[in-house]
């Protein structure tokens, strides 16, 4: 069965905090998105990866695909960055999605 | 980048009527869509796939005489819930394949409450 695995799943920390947020799945992707959804639902999609590093401001995504593992940093952490943060995959074999059950992100003033 | 968007973001309805969620690529043509819907504490769960000028098809367990899919062109979807019941009540997302680099875009959500 293919699958996909996020940890922690429940995260708090204080402001200024580097955080890191991981991915693990269990056979080959094409691609990996890492997501954010904020209390009233909505999602923002913040890195399409399919091999290396990306950054965007305070964010950072790598991949390694040969351990199959993907990792989110934040850096300086804000309480604006309280969110789940999820992880969805495309398996090598199809062209649809798969996500991972996310992380709940708290950042404590 | 490109943007997907989805209409409208939130809709209250009465049970038993139909609701229409609208999913659009702004700027890029999308031969492939995908609906996936949310409940609380849960993941995102594939609904269907979405192929403009052919039937969507539906994952197991999804009824598509209740969600109907169409797909009339390259650049929109719809999901419509028919007869909706509470049990319908959740968070709608479609994402859109960009054909050209092979890249899929994620619309904010629809999220949907039937009373």
């Known amino acids: 069965k293919n699958e996909v695995e996020q940890s922690p799943q429940n995260l708090t920390a204080q402001e200024g905090e580097f955080i890191t947020i991981n991915c693990s799945y269990s056979?080959?992707?094409?691609?990996l998105h890492w997501l954010q959804q904020h209390p009233g639902g909505g999602i923002v999609s913040l890195f399409m990866?399919?091999?290396g590093k990306k950054k965007h401001g305070r964010l950072i995504a790598t991949i390694n695909i040969q351990e199959k593992h993907s990792s989110l940093h934040i850096t300086a952490s804000h309480p604006r960055d309280s969110a789940v943060y999820i992880c969805?995959?495309?398996?090598?074999?199809?062209?649809?999605?798969?996500f991972g059950t996310g992380t709940s992100l708290t950042v404590i003033p | 980048g490109a943007v997907v968007s989805q209409h409208p973001s939130w809709v209250i309805c009465k049970s038993g009527t139909s609701v229409k969620i609208e999913c659009r690529s702004l700027?890029?043509?999308?031969?492939?869509m995908f609906w996936y819907r949310q409940f609380p504490k849960q993941s995102l769960m594939l609904m269907a796939t979405s192929n403009e000028g052919s039937k969507a098809t539906y994952e197991q367990g999804v009824e598509k005489d209740k969600f109907l899919i169409n797909h009339a062109s390259l650049t929109l979807s719809t999901l419509t819930v028919t007869s909706a019941h509470p049990e319908d009540s959740s968070f709608y997302i479609c994402?859109?394949?960009?054909?050209?680099?092979?890249?899929?875009?994620f619309g904010p959500g629809t999220r949907l409450t039937v009373l």
């Open positions: 056979v080959g992707i094409s691609a």
């Open positions: 700027d890029f043509q999308a031969t492939t």
């Open positions: 990866l399919s091999s």
């Open positions: 994402s859109a394949r960009e054909v050209i680099t092979d890249t899929q875009y």
């Open positions: 969805a995959v495309r398996w090598n074999t199809g062209n649809q999605f798969y």
